[in-house]
C-alpha cells in the first residue's frame, strides 16, 4: 500500500510539472505572437500599423504621409543593443494616435528609411503643386516597404 502512495504521489507530481510547463510555454507562445503579427505598411500615400494585442484583438491604425512629424527609435540595453531591436515611434500631427511597434527589428535605419519615404512623398507633393523644392534638401529614392516585428 505505501508503495502505491509513493508511485501515485511521483505521478501525480510529474503530472502536475508537465501542466505547468505545457502551460508556461503556451503563455510564452502567445506573447510572442502577439509581437510577431505587429507590423507597418507603407504606401505612396500612408503608413498603416497593424497591431495584435490579444490573442484574438487586433487594431489597425493608419496615417497619411504628409501627417508624420517625426520617426525616432530607441535601443536601450545591452541585449537590444547586440540584437539589434528597439522600440520605433512615428509621431503624427494632430489628435491621431502616435504609432509604437516594441521589439523592432534594425529601429536605427528602419527610422532611417521611413523619414526618407515620408521626404519623398513630400517632395513629390511640393512639385505636383508647383512650389520649388529647395535644392539644399536631400532627395531619396523612393521606396515603398513592409516591416514585420
Known amino acids: 500500500m505505501t ?5 501515485w504521489t511521483s505521478f501525480l ?6 501542466m505547468f510547463w505545457l502551460w508556461f510555454l503556451l503563455f510564452l507562445y502567445i506573447k510572442w505572437l502577439n509581437h510577431e503579427l505587429d507590423f507597418y505598411i507603407i504606401t505612396n500615400n500612408r503608413i498603416i500599423w497593424v497591431e495584435q494585442k490579444t490573442f484574438l484583438d487586433r487594431n489597425v491604425s493608419e496615417t497619411n504621409l504628409w501627417q508624420v512629424q517625426e520617426v525616432n ?7 537590444a543593443n ?3 531591436y528597439g522600440t520605433l515611434f512615428i ?15 534594425d529601429p536605427i535605419n528602419q527610422a532611417r528609411k521611413i523619414l526618407n519615404i515620408v521626404d519623398d512623398y ?3 507633393q511640393n512639385a505636383m503643386m508647383g512650389k520649388p523644392i529647395d535644392p539644399n534638401e536631400d532627395i531619396h529614392n523612393k521606396t515603398i516597404k513592409t516591416w514585420k516585428n
Open 82 to 84: 547586440l540584437l539589434n
Open 3 to 7: 508503495l502505491f502512495i509513493i508511485l
Open 122 to 124: 513630400r517632395d513629390n
Open 13 to 18: 507530481s510529474l503530472m502536475l510539472n508537465i
Open 73 to 79: 527609435s530607441n535601443t536601450k540595453g545591452l541585449f
Open 91 to 105: 509621431q503624427t500631427a494632430g489628435s491621431k494616435q502616435n504609432l509604437k511597434m516594441d521589439f523592432a527589428p
